[in-house]
């Protein structure tokens, strides 16, 4: 069984190959990733009427690929799109907080709210009680809140600096104002891994699903769609949490090539690249942290598949070979889409960790369609 510890050694081996492999060293990214949060903090979560601001994510990203050298270049490309932040309005109480909980309109309020409790305690103490208080709402903004804040956390676990600190209370933020929970049912947990339980899910009927729009909107008919409510409890989540979410991920990377035709890419991506930022917080959770993180980080991916899926899982069975690592970074660089990039990356991170053939061949397929 593979414990938290061997986690953590596998992941920063990766990272460290890879940034050996190119003159530098897992304690430090020539500053480039700190330049970028810097010139980063003067945006906003979001642009083009709700568009999630990708820039931090990828930008580390880039550095944990060994690819630092092109965090400027690629920031500058994808800045010019960007808007400022919106303004703070009225103080959110450290003990009242809940009524701003999914607030969207207070994401400002939020990210001072935590840039306050990061200055007045160690961040490592802030994510261990913010955790289990957000996982439920692991679904809000299709996952980016979660994906923004485990990239954060990664990033200080490497090197604590007052961007990374700023980058962390923003990812928090930005969770906790769009937080938002799916249906679930009171339904005792389950002793099924996602690989078992995946094959049991109903999906949405095709003249219900919506064909476009913003992720969020085509998970509303959840709301109404009874057999979905007892997704969430499908699952066992008393095992080792290592072994959970590398069957997470590889069954979602196998969805991903199985339903991610055109108009559905990106929402299968973060079927994967939203789980797998999940595990970067393990290291910082609790037990009821980490129990909720595998509930709920299961459901979010869930919902995605039974909300746009329109095939089953297992249908197909295609395995070709793949590509390599380092063809598979180069690519994602030259591609420059943020997406393709948090992709190859958490495929890489996951394929390092329990190898599997489906990572690299999900990473090698979105190269090829983002």
Same mark, same amino acid.
């Given at each position: 069984?593979? &414990?938290?510890?061997?986690?953590?050694?596998?992941?920063?081996?990766?990272?460290?190959?890879?940034?050996?492999?190119?003159?530098?060293?897992?304690?430090?990214?020539?500053? +480039?990733?700190?330049?970028?949060?810097?010139?980063?903090?003067?945006?906003?979560?979001?642009?083009?009427?709700?568009?999630?601001?990708?820039?931090?994510?990828?930008? &580390?990203?880039?550095?944990?690929?060994?690819?630092?050298?092109?965090?400027?270049?690629?920031?500058?490309?994808?800045?010019?799109?960007?808007? !400022?932040?919106? /303004?703070?309005?009225?103080?959110?109480?450290?003990?009242?907080?809940?009524?701003?909980?999914?607030?969207?309109?207070?994401?400002?309020?939020?990210?001072?709210?935590?840039?306050?409790?990061?200055?007045?305690?160690?961040?490592?103490?802030?994510?261990?009680?913010?955790?289990?208080?957000?996982?439920?709402?692991?679904?809000?903004?299709?996952?980016?809140?979660?994906?923004?804040?485990?990239?954060?956390?990664?990033?200080?676990?490497?090197?604590?600096?007052?961007?990374?600190?700023?980058?962390?209370?923003?990812?928090?933020?930005?969770?906790?104002?769009?937080?938002?929970?799916?249906?679930?049912?009171?339904?005792?947990?389950?002793?099924?891994?996602?690989?078992?339980?995946?094959?049991?899910? &109903?999906?949405?009927?095709? /003249?219900?699903?919506?064909?476009?729009?913003?992720?969020?909107?085509?998970?509303? !008919?959840?709301?109404? %769609?009874? !057999?979905?409510?007892?997704?969430?409890?499908?699952?066992?989540?008393?095992?080792?949490?290592?072994?959970?979410? /590398?069957?997470?991920?590889?069954?979602?990377?196998?969805?991903?090539?199985?339903?991610?035709? !055109?108009?559905?890419?990106?929402?299968?991506?973060?079927?994967?690249?939203?789980?797998?930022?999940?595990?970067?917080?393990?290291?910082?959770?609790? +037990?009821?942290?980490?129990?909720?993180?595998?509930?709920?980080?299961?459901?979010?991916?869930?919902?995605? %598949?039974?909300?746009?899926?329109?095939?089953?899982?297992?249908?197909?069975?295609?395995?070709?070979?793949?590509?390599?690592a380092e063809a598979l970074v180069e690519r994602a660089v030259a591609n420059g889409d943020e997406h393709a990039i948090k992709l190859t990356e958490a495929c890489l991170r996951e394929d390092a960790i329990e190898p599997r053939a489906v990572y690299q061949l999900a990473a090698l397929d979105a190269l090829g369609r983002l």
């Amino acid at each position: 069984m593979v &414990e938290r510890r061997d986690v953590l050694r596998s992941t920063a081996a990766f990272a460290a190959a890879s940034l050996a492999g190119r003159g530098l060293d897992a304690a430090g990214d020539d500053g +480039a990733l700190d330049l970028a949060l810097e010139r980063l903090a003067r945006t906003g979560p979001e642009y083009a009427g709700g568009l999630a601001n990708h820039a931090p994510m990828a930008a &580390e990203a880039l550095v944990t690929l060994g690819r630092a050298d092109a965090v400027a270049r690629w920031v500058d490309g994808y800045a010019g799109r960007l808007q !400022p932040p919106p /303004s703070a309005t009225e103080p959110i109480p450290r003990n009242a907080w809940q009524p701003a909980l999914g607030r969207r309109e207070r994401v400002a309020d939020w990210a001072v709210l935590f840039r306050r409790e990061l200055a007045e305690a160690p961040w490592r103490e802030v994510l261990r009680a913010w955790v289990p208080r957000l996982a439920p709402g692991f679904v809000a903004v299709a996952t980016h809140g979660a994906i923004r804040t485990g990239h954060a956390a990664r990033a200080l676990g490497v090197r604590e600096t007052p961007p990374r600190l700023h980058e962390l209370a923003e990812g928090l933020a930005y969770w906790a104002a769009n937080f938002t929970r799916l249906p679930e049912s009171d339904t005792a947990n389950g002793k099924a891994l996602p690989s078992q339980a995946i094959s049991g899910l &109903e999906l949405l009927p095709a /003249s219900e699903q919506r064909q476009s729009g913003f992720i969020t909107a085509r998970l509303a !008919p959840l709301e109404r %769609f009874v !057999p979905f409510r007892d997704v969430a409890a499908r699952v066992a989540v008393d095992g080792d949490p290592s072994a959970f979410f /590398s069957d997470l991920t590889r069954t979602f990377a196998r969805v991903y090539l199985e339903n991610a035709t !055109p108009g559905k890419v990106i929402t299968f991506v973060h079927a994967v690249t939203g789980p797998s930022a999940a595990r970067l917080l393990l290291p910082y959770a609790d +037990a009821a942290g980490t129990r909720a993180l595998m509930r709920y980080a299961w459901q979010a991916a869930a919902a995605l %598949f039974v909300a746009v899926g329109d095939r089953p899982a297992g249908s197909s069975g295609r395995d070709p070979a793949p590509l390599g690592a380092e063809a598979l970074v180069e690519r994602a660089v030259a591609n420059g889409d943020e997406h393709a990039i948090k992709l190859t990356e958490a495929c890489l991170r996951e394929d390092a960790i329990e190898p599997r053939a489906v990572y690299q061949l999900a990473a090698l397929d979105a190269l090829g369609r983002l």
